[in-house]
């Protein structure tokens, strides 16, 4: 990739500033992934033995920061065919890695020292671990003797992060990292995908070793399983066949087994309707018409009583999440549950499965798809077109909207609304968390798998940025907007350094609202609209000048503070392509987020606005 220069930069910032019409042309691309080898046995350090398991194992880049403990890794990397990103915070390393990986599929990569460099990896292994990322993280390790002395910049990152990870190793010889590497690879990538970290000290990196690949993996009892069982197949095909009221309950395990095209059939195949988490957007199109949207805290009217009033919900790569399920014992109280997921863990924790399905979700969706398929040759099947009816009334009357704000100001709905209508389908959509990721989830219509990437279990503010960063990495050619709020952009900005040094053009639009937004939607609903801590100053006394920021971080940087500059402004930032943008989108700051479902609340008292409680007549269901 090549990097701006400042005159470049320079260049970007005045086609910017004048809106220009025509979009310049991507000129960056990636190069292509180093396939796996098999490369001779050869005599190494420790240090030079990993950085040839990682070129063996495909991988293409790396995001991270050298330090003393994992510095002998930093010299074979430098003759490497593996891309290191240098990011400024090990945060961003992971939240890149993370990107890169929700993009493309493929196990993200991230490297940090010990001591604070490993922890601060925690807060973005613990993401991927709730969001079933693959993930490895790669931390160097005081030397061995030292190891439990309380050395300079020791810490048991290993201990530390043993709930959060799939699995971790602590490499004590140089001649296990090869093998080390392919299972922490294999098992990051396979079953339940999640983040793996490997702790190698630092005389175990310099110590000489052999390095021979493939290496034997030695993982006794690990052996997810991915075909379901037939007769529990059989029974659910039974149940769908039978239902008055089904639901078809979407989660991100969906997307993770590549399973979005036998969903669609096995939809359609059926005609149940299809509600889709905020972790599976995207799996099946927001445009098809029997997709209800995204049930839960901020879901529409629809999706949550489409799920509370089923007599089936048959749940597929989803887990029952509280703010899915709201409080949990008066959740769909009459409905028989099918669930199906390839971690057993999941099935029965939060909600009673009366119908488990460990597997795959594609060889589940694949075998439902037969099973459902002879059911109705043999006749079994009831019409739906009273539950329709229902759910469509529903849809009409309480469809995803906003109201302009009264006050004049810019309506934060509206700018992230127009955003996605400008960009399209085909660019991927970043969130940071709060009041922004609720309205990106709402207001922009995902039609395509791996285009919405967010941090849905951890909620983590300073996400999206080095999200964005890592998922442009992976996907150079598509366009990648992050939308950001203006306190989680305060969190991981120092990422677009990164982006415009190594040439990354992201696209940001920080929703400024000058607050902690979803904080003080709370702060106004159920404290009395005592604004405590919330106000940050971004609206106020401009602290900081978004604009200004970006362009001392090398970036272009744009502000709209109307509706009328806010095609004008999306437009001016889509035509470039050489350089990261950051739009400051200066928006009204009582906005809230609706539908809402208070937390620990039932979904039976979901809120359609403030003081307007959905009209139902029970004695409909």
Not at 486 to 495: I, V
Request: with cysteine; glycine share 10%.
């Amino acid at each position: 990739m090549t990097r701006p220069t400042p005159e470049t930069l320079a260049h970007s910032v005045r086609r910017a500033r004048n809106a220009a019409e025509a979009p310049g042309d991507a000129d960056h691309t990636r190069a292509a992934a180093t396939p796996a080898v098999r490369p001779a046995p050869a005599q190494v350090s420790g240090a030079g033995s990993l950085v040839r398991s990682l070129e063996a194992l495909g991988v293409d880049v790396a995001f991270g920061i050298p330090g003393g403990a994992i510095l002998p890794a930093y010299d074979p990397l430098y003759d490497s065919t593996v891309r290191h990103i240098l990011v400024r915070h090990e945060q961003g390393a992971g939240h890149a890695a993370t990107g890169y990986a929700q993009a493309t599929g493929r196990v993200g990569v991230c490297i940090a020292t010990s001591g604070p460099g490993a922890t601060n990896l925690v807060t973005p292994i613990a993401d991927a671990y709730m969001d079933s990322v693959p993930l490895v993280a790669i931390t160097g390790q005081v030397a061995r003797p030292a190891i439990g002395t309380d050395a300079f910049q020791e810490a048991d990152i290993q201990g530390i992060t043993l709930p959060i990870t799939k699995h971790n190793f602590l490499v004590q010889n140089p001649g296990e990292i090869p093998r080390v590497l392919a299972e922490a690879f294999h098992l990051a990538s396979t079953g339940r995908p999640g983040p793996v970290l490997v702790d190698i000290p630092k005389d175990v990196l310099q110590a000489p070793t052999t390095f021979a690949w493939p290496p034997t993996l030695d993982l006794p009892g690990y052996r997810p399983t991915l075909h379901p069982h037939g007769k529990q197949i059989r029974e659910a095909a039974r149940l769908m066949g039978s239902a008055r009221r089904p639901v078809l309950y979407v989660g991100g395990g969906v997307l993770k087994a590549g399973a979005t095209e036998g969903l669609r059939r096995l939809a359609e195949l059926t005609g149940i309707p299809v509600v889709t988490t905020l972790m599976a957007l995207g799996a099946f199109p927001d445009s098809h018409r029997q997709h209800l949207g995204m049930p839960g805290m901020h879901g529409t009217v629809a999706a949550v009583y489409g799920l509370q009033k089923a007599d089936l919900i048959v749940a597929l790569g989803a887990r029952f999440d509280d703010r899915v399920t709201g409080k949990l014992d008066s959740f769909a109280p009459d409905a028989t549950v099918v669930h199906a997921d390839i971690d057993p863990a999941e099935i029965g924790k939060n909600r009673h499965a009366d119908v488990p399905i460990v597997g795959d979700a594609r060889h589940v969706i694949d075998e439902l798809l037969a099973a459902v398929t002879a059911e109705q040759a043999a006749g079994h099947g009831t019409g739906l077109a009273d539950w329709w009816a229902q759910l469509d009334d529903l849809r009409e009357r309480y469809p995803l909207g906003y109201e302009e704000p009264a006050d004049g100001t810019l309506s934060p709905q509206y700018v992230i609304k127009r955003l996605g209508e400008i960009a399209g389908p085909d660019a991927i959509y970043v969130a940071g968390v709060g009041q922004h990721q609720m309205w990106a989830s709402q207001f922009i219509s995902y039609e395509k798998p791996q285009t919405w990437l967010n941090s849905g279990g951890l909620g983590t503010m300073g996400y999206a940025v080095p999200a964005a960063m890592g998922a442009k990495v992976g996907k150079p050619d598509t366009v990648v907007w992050a939308i950001d709020g203006d306190g989680c952009f305060q969190m991981t900005n120092q990422e677009l350094a990164t982006c415009a040094l190594e040439g990354i053009p992201v696209k940001i639009a920080v929703i400024n609202n000058g607050n902690l937004g979803m904080v003080r939607q709370w702060q106004t609903l159920f404290y009395g609209e005592r604004y405590s801590n919330t106000d940050l100053g971004t609206h106020k006394h401009r602290i900081p000048d978004f604009v200004k920021l970006a362009e001392a971080l090398g970036c272009i940087g744009l502000r709209c503070e109307t509706a009328e500059d806010v095609d004008r402004t999306i437009e001016a930032a889509m035509s470039i392509n050489d350089a990261p943008v950051v739009i400051d989108f200066v928006v009204g700051k009582d906005a809230m987020v609706w539908p809402m479902v208070a937390a620990g609340t039932s979904n039976d008292e979901i809120m359609f606005a403030r003081g307007v409680r959905p009209a139902f007549d029970e004695d409909e269901i």
